[in-house]
């Protein structure tokens, strides 16, 4: 079945640690988003990209990157640089403008 | 630019009662319009959308919205609330452009039995 995966379900980093959070996509979108969700409040942009080996900031990319170097494929690196990372985190994609956009299941991060 | 505006951080419905979840909003030009459900700890579902054709859509589980330009609005309701409804519902939209989506900060519905 096509749909996005997000790995792992449940992350766990230390001060000072950069950790990657995975996401892959099989539905041949061309467009990916990575969204921030902190408890009880809304989703807001952290990157996204549109086509490959090309990406852009969102509203909140500061301590975060990415790379888009596969079509079905949009890592995230949280970076020691983001003092406050806990949070849980969804990836989605579509194909084009006016689209519907699909979600992954989310990833939660803690910091320990 | 675009935003969007959910009015109620909490509604609270007693089972079989209508339900009825406000959303406004402000874009440039013609938006997309969605309604997605998220239950807890899961991602984001589609309940419905909007893309300039009927202004009343129907989504999946009795959800429908209706799209009232006059009132820049696109609320949500179903006639008849279930148990599995209890969830946080999010109105989105899609600006022309190469934007990504605005949500909502989105809404808390519990379903009492």
């Known amino acids: 079945d096509g749909g996005i995966t997000q790995s792992p379900k449940y992350l766990f980093r230390k001060e000072g640690q950069n950790v990657t959070l995975s996401c892959e996509q099989n539905?041949?979108?061309?467009?990916m988003y990575w969204y921030r969700q902190d408890p009880g409040q809304g989703l807001r942009l952290i990157y996204y990209?549109?086509?490959?080996?090309?990406?852009q900031k969102g509203d909140i990319a500061e301590g975060y990157s990415v790379s888009r170097e596969k079509k079905e494929s949009f890592p995230l690196t949280v970076t020691s640089a983001q003092k406050n990372p806990t949070a849980f985190y969804l990836c989605?994609?579509?194909?084009?403008?006016?689209?519907?956009?699909?979600f992954g299941e989310g990833s939660w991060l803690t910091v320990v | 630019a675009q935003s969007v505006t959910q009015l109620d951080s909490h509604v609270s419905v007693s089972e079989g009662t209508p339900v009825l979840l406000r959303c406004n909003y402000s874009?440039?030009?013609?938006?997309?319009l969605f309604w997605y459900v998220q239950h807890p700890n899961k991602g984001l579902q589609l309940l419905l959308k909007?893309?300039?054709?009927?202004?009343l859509v129907k989504g999946i589980n009795g959800f429908e919205a209706e799209f009232k330009k006059s009132e820049t609005s696109f609320h949500l309701t179903k006639p008849s609330a279930h148990m599995s409804d209890a969830a946080e519902y999010f109105c989105?939209?899609?600006?022309?452009?190469?934007?990504?989506?605005?949500f909502g900060s989105g809404t808390r519905l519990q379903v009492q039995p």
């Open positions: 989605a994609s579509r194909r084009d403008q006016g689209n519907t956009i699909y």
């Open positions: 539905l041949n979108h061309d467009a």
């Open positions: 990209s549109q086509i490959v080996n090309d990406f």
């Open positions: 874009s440039s030009y013609s938006p997309s």
């Open positions: 909007y893309t300039s054709a009927a202004t």
């Open positions: 989105v939209v899609s600006p022309t452009g190469r934007r990504a989506l605005t």
